[in-house]
């Protein structure tokens, strides 16, 4: 199955060629978490969200999921 990520700011890295979004293949039954640590990702991530629902890295992805991953945000 595909799923896109996006990845936001400095976590363009972990995608290919430091692209913003990919379609990315994965197994049934790949959670968040499970994709983070395959893209070497998952130390740098803050927040994620699904469909545009903010979710616990604990949620199984599904067929054409859009990921979406935020790196910590300082201000000041």
């Keep these: ?33 499970g994709l983070l640590t395959m893209l070497g990702a998952a130390e740098e991530t803050w927040l994620v969200a699904v469909n545009g629902r903010t979710v616990e890295r604990e949620e199984v992805l599904a067929p054409d999921d859009v990921l979406d991953c935020f790196e910590p945000v300082a201000g000041g």
């Design 1 to 33: 199955m595909t799923v896109t990520v996006h990845m936001h700011g400095n976590l363009r890295r972990f995608l290919p060629e430091g692209r913003a979004s990919a379609p990315l293949p994965v197994t049934p039954g790949t959670t968040v978490q």
